[in-house]
């Protein structure tokens, strides 16, 4: 079973990635599992089929802790995708990342990664790992791939660098940085750049996104821009990111190299223009 960790920071489009490679994956016959990792739980309500709701691990823990089974936490959504959120405390209360750590350990005692129901788990995680909580599905060995979504903006970059930390820290769990997907602010940025980047971290850019207002109109219709505008330019290039990562092997793959803090932004000031 393929097991992938779509990482970024917040509002990178880390969930337009993810979904959609859910959305390919369940098109071309693939039974999914798509867990969301946010406590804001916005990452299924795009798969979910018209007029559902999803309730989050969260939520049923705090309702009846001892009714949790896979018929609480899991939501059937479009192309029969099952879709699994952790959701989050109540705001200014409690702490998010646990929220994340809770539900890996809930899948982890229902035995759902192992039972052979899925062929492809996606797993859509918040931000760049400043907590333990978040780096669940890395240090739980849940995640054997993991994609850093980025932009051209130096803080992006500055958490993938954080986001490649935490992949060297848990490697002994068989996690691999898989690539970078390069999610454009502007059509006119230096993509030479994350190449740049890319080598610096050892790895590769995968596929290279380009702004496209259609994606923010799918969103709008709860759609993914697979199904919006299946032959756009970012659906082609989602279709490709897709088959690559099925081809990744993480044994073959080289530990990534991160920067420290200082070294991230020498290299964003060497790299002006």
Not at 143 to 164: D, G, R
Not at 236 to 253: H, S, W
């Amino acid at each position: 079973m393929e097991t992938i960790a779509i990482y970024g920071k917040g509002g990178i489009g880390k969930s337009v990635v993810a979904t959609s490679l859910s959305v390919h994956y369940a098109q071309n016959g693939n039974k999914v599992l798509h867990v969301g990792c946010d406590p804001k739980h916005d990452s299924a309500m795009r798969l979910l089929k018209e007029g559902q709701e999803i309730r989050t691990v969260l939520d049923v823990l705090r309702e009846d802790p001892e009714a949790m089974g896979t018929e609480e936490i899991l939501t059937t959504g479009r192309y029969e995708i099952d879709c699994c959120e952790a959701g989050g405390p109540t705001p200014g209360v409690g702490c998010g990342g646990r929220g994340v750590a809770r539900m890996i350990e809930t899948l982890d005692e229902m035995q759902l990664l192992q039972s052979g129901r899925y062929d492809v788990a996606l797993f859509d995680v918040l931000g760049d790992v400043v907590c333990g909580g978040f780096a669940a599905p890395l240090r739980d060995g849940f995640a054997k791939k993991v994609l850093i979504v980025l932009s051209e903006e130096p803080m992006a970059i500055f958490a993938a660098n954080n986001i490649a930390r935490a992949i060297d820290i848990y490697r002994s769990n068989g996690v691999c940085l898989a690539g970078l997907v390069v999610n454009l602010r502007s059509n006119e940025a230096n993509v030479n750049l994350l190449h740049a980047f890319a080598d610096r971290l050892n790895t590769k850019v995968i596929t290279v996104v380009e702004r496209d207002p259609r994606i923010q109109e799918a969103e709008k219709h709860q759609r993914t821009i697979l199904e919006y505008e299946p032959d756009a330019p970012a659906s082609l290039a989602f279709k490709e990111l897709g088959e690559a990562l099925l081809k990744i092997d993480p044994q073959e793959v080289p530990l990534p190299t991160p920067m420290t803090d200082d070294e991230v932004f020498a290299f964003l000031r060497d790299h002006e223009g």
